[in-house]
């Protein structure tokens, strides 16, 4: 094998840098069955480019790493893969650093760097397993535009130990040396595409240490005349059993030589050594020719992911279940049968631990070009929408600032075994993927809502970092008011088509005696000085002047809290409060104190018109919803005259096609008997 000396590139400690120039820090691969580790040295020797001619330098994150050379026949004397201390991943946040050397000191240099402790808090943004794997495909997903057409989710095995793996595996553009130190780095993203779903540069580290403590990457890059494969191995094993500060990345990197018909390493002998000496110790593969094999199925581009030493539950079993269902991954522990069957067998109840029904969820709109393979069988896609009966489309044009963002068409309906079923809420979508699942904006503990679900795009509001939700803003907050809003109204407009009646809420009602502040009124039904009866006399507020003398209330604008006008919205208390609380009212039902009669009634007018303007509105829309359901009964009607029609045509043909036998049966005998008369 030959050693391109003129870029350098070696096992890569992953740090921070204000600026280009950086300070190269070198840490000795473990020797076996030894304990002690070789001093940090500062060097800024053989710091190179990747994939770039000599005399350009590299600005990658992941910094290249100078370790001394060992012997040139590397191989790995460990027969067994070294699992993490602790198996279980809300415990494994306990790490200690007292192998490593304590005597690095600033030099000068400006850099920070990122302690081992970092890969697993920062994994903790995912608290569901499915939410990890999802972070995982969308980097296939997002390598359709590059020519991908399928992403594979398999198990595998440790060939070190035996124990199961998980493959991630796709046909995508790959990385080169540059893109797999990007993806092993923090904060790096080269998605600009408005259609991409990543953005932050950090679903992979997140999402893989999730799952397991360890992964290892395998990706084949062509473009133009170059042609690379890089390895590249994340190991929170290997940080922690080694004691170190600071994050270790070995990356090998490989460059097809036309001239030599093979790939030939881009690292110097040195950095090369070192690298791989590393990946044969605490990788799945003990040796060079066992990785260079992984590429076989990779085919000219693409990307392998195997995480292996995958976490354990508090049961000490797999966290993942590979073996209940050939052709899924369920959630160990994670199925209840709690509801009636039709309950649990609906996708609402076996997303949550079932794979393939998440992965069938997973994405809006379905890939023509494109599948995601799951142990062996393709997922079938499966719109929600599809599963709604009396389905509506309601058209939401979200405001911020009174700019207008988006427009958003939500389909909401019953599902198709409502009223049998209790499940509900809303499918939220963003950019085509699945964000929050069966979101309940309403919680109603009689019936109302029961049944009702919905599925929408929303590329106004930004996913958090797990895409497992929203960040919590004003228009994901005027989002869920109006989500409840449609909840309520198609609940009302449609819940008689399914069985329900149409619950209202009875208005309360105030006794004639006692005023709106809860006094009582000891003045009800005085005839005021212009003689007109029936209207109570008001009292001034304790502490002020009588607004009218005299009790002379024939000119007073009808401003209290009672106007005539409210008598006919009986069925919406809401809207009645709504109203109630616009106007300015003191705690007694008074106008406030510091108002001139000129002011109040021009209050009391515009209120009196939004009113007016409010009622108009209501019972129309009263009107037409009262059409739309006619139409639906009379359509209904039909449908059964017709069926009906059907039927005595079917009828009516079946007598038919027997009187033709019959008379069919009547020309033969008609026939031998004129033959026998003639004989």
Same mark, same amino acid.
């Given at each position: 094998m030959s050693y391109n000396r003129n870029i350098n590139v070696s096992h890569d400690t992953v740090?921070? /840098?204000?600026?280009?120039?950086? &300070?190269?820090?070198?840490?000795?691969?473990?020797?076996h069955g030894s304990k002690e580790l070789t001093r940090p040295q500062d060097s800024e020797e053989n710091r190179g480019s990747i994939g770039q001619s000599a005399g350009q330098s590299s600005t990658s994150v992941v910094d290249q790493v100078r370790s001394p050379p060992e012997d040139a026949g590397v191989t790995s004397s460990s027969t067994i893969c070294p699992a993490p201390v602790c198996r279980q991943f809300w415990k494994a946040g306990n790490y200690t650093d007292e192998l490593s050397s304590k005597s690095q000191q600033p030099n000068g240099k400006n850099y920070l760097h990122v302690h081992p402790m970092f890969l697993h808090s920062n994994a903790t943004s995912h608290k569901w397993a499915f939410g990890a794997i999802a972070e995982l495909l969308d980097n296939a997903v997002d390598e359709i535009q590059n020519g991908a057409t399928f992403v594979i989710v398999d198990k595998t095995t440790n060939p070190r130990d035996g124990t199961t793996a998980l493959l991630i595996k796709d046909d995508g553009g790959g990385m080169d040396p540059q893109a797999m130190r990007n993806c092993m780095g923090f904060g790096f993203s080269d998605k600009k595409s408005d259609s991409a779903i990543g953005r932050y540069g950090n679903g992979f580290k997140?999402?893989? &240490?999730?799952?397991?403590?360890? @992964?290892?990457?395998?990706?084949?890059? $062509? /473009?133009?005349? #170059?042609?690379?494969?890089?390895?590249?191995?994340?190991?929170?094993?290997? !940080?922690? =059993?080694?004691?170190?500060?600071?994050?270790?990345v070995p990356i090998l990197d490989y460059e097809f030589k036309a001239s030599a018909g093979e790939?030939? #390493?881009?690292?110097?002998?040195? *950095?090369?050594?070192?690298?791989?000496?590393?990946?044969?110790?605490?990788?799945?593969?003990?040796?060079?020719?066992? !990785? !260079?094999?992984?590429?076989?199925?990779?085919?000219? *581009?693409?990307?392998?992911v195997i995480i292996y030493n995958m976490w354990l539950n508090s049961d000490a079993k797999l966290e993942l279940d590979f073996d209940s269902v050939a052709e899924d991954i369920l959630i160990e522990g994670s199925i209840k049968k709690t509801g009636s069957k039709i309950v649990n067998d609906h996708i609402a109840s076996r997303f949550s631990y079932s794979l393939r029904v998440y992965l069938s969820i997973l994405y809006l709109r379905i890939f023509k070009t494109f599948k995601i393979v799951l142990c062996g069988k393709v997922v079938e896609h499966h719109n929600i929408a599809d599963d709604l009966k009396y389905p509506q489309?309601?058209?939401?044009?979200?405001?911020?600032?009174?700019?207008?963002?988006?427009? @958003?068409?939500?389909?909401?309906?019953?599902? %198709?075994?409502?009223?049998?079923?209790?499940?509900?809420?809303?499918?939220?979508? *963003?950019?085509? $993927?699945?964000? &929050?699942?069966?979101? +309940?904006?309403?919680?109603?503990?009689?019936?109302?809502? =029961?049944?009702?679900?919905?599925?929408?795009?929303a590329n106004f509001v930004e996913p958090t970092h797990n895409k497992q939700d929203f960040e919590k803003t004003v228009l994901l907050q005027k989002l869920e008011n109006r989500l409840k809003e449609m909840t309520t109204e198609y609940w009302n407009c449609h819940c008689v088509l399914l069985g329900y009646r149409v619950q209202k809420r009875p208005r309360p009602q105030t006794p004639q005696n006692v005023q709106p502040g809860g006094?009582?009124?000891?003045?009800?039904? +005085? %005839?005021?000085?212009?003689?007109?009866?029936? =209207?109570?006399?008001?009292?001034?507020?304790?502490?002020?002047?009588?607004?009218?003398?005299?009790?002379?209330?024939?000119?007073?604008?009808? @401003?209290?809290?009672?106007?005539?006008?409210?008598?006919k919205r009986k069925e919406h208390p809401d809207y009645v409060a709504n109203a109630a609380s616009k106007r300015k009212v003191g705690n007694d039902g008074f106008t406030a104190p510091g108002q001139n009669r000129a002011e109040q009634f021009i209050h009391g007018s515009a209120i009196q018109s939004q009113d007016i303007e409010t009622v108009k509105l209501m019972e129309e829309n009263k009107k037409l919803r009262a059409k739309c359901l006619d139409h639906k009964v009379r359509s209904q009607n039909l449908e059964v005259k017709a069926m009906n029609l059907r039927s005595e045509l079917e009828t009516v043909k079946s007598e038919y096609e027997r009187l033709n036998a019959e008379l069919k049966a009547l020309g033969i005998v008609k026939e031998e008997h004129r033959q026998n008369v003639i004989t």
């Open positions: 740090f921070i /840098k204000p600026e280009h120039g950086t &300070m190269l820090q070198s840490i000795s691969p473990r020797s997140t999402s893989t &240490m999730r799952l397991g403590a360890d @992964v290892i990457v395998f990706s084949r890059h $062509r /473009k133009n005349q #170059t042609w690379t494969q890089s390895i590249g191995l994340l190991s929170y094993t290997y !940080l922690t =059993r080694t004691g170190h500060d600071r994050i270790v790939f030939k #390493t881009l690292q110097d002998r040195e *950095h090369f050594i070192s690298s791989l000496s590393i990946l044969l110790e605490w990788s799945p593969f003990s040796t060079e020719a066992e !990785l !260079l094999k992984q590429f076989e199925d990779v085919g000219s *581009h693409g990307t392998k489309y309601i058209l939401y044009r979200p405001q911020a600032a009174g700019s207008e963002e988006a427009v @958003v068409v939500t389909t909401i309906g019953f599902l %198709k075994e409502a009223p049998k079923i209790n499940l509900h809420g809303f499918c939220v979508y *963003h950019k085509n $993927r699945l964000i &929050m699942p069966f979101w +309940q904006v309403v919680s109603y503990s009689c019936s109302r809502g =029961r049944g009702v679900v919905g599925v929408l795009e006094r009582k009124n000891v003045n009800t039904f +005085q %005839k005021n000085s212009a003689g007109v009866s029936g =209207r109570p006399a008001i009292s001034p507020p304790p502490g002020f002047e009588a607004v009218f003398p005299n009790g002379n209330l024939a000119s007073l604008p009808r @401003v209290t809290v009672e106007p005539v006008l409210l008598e």
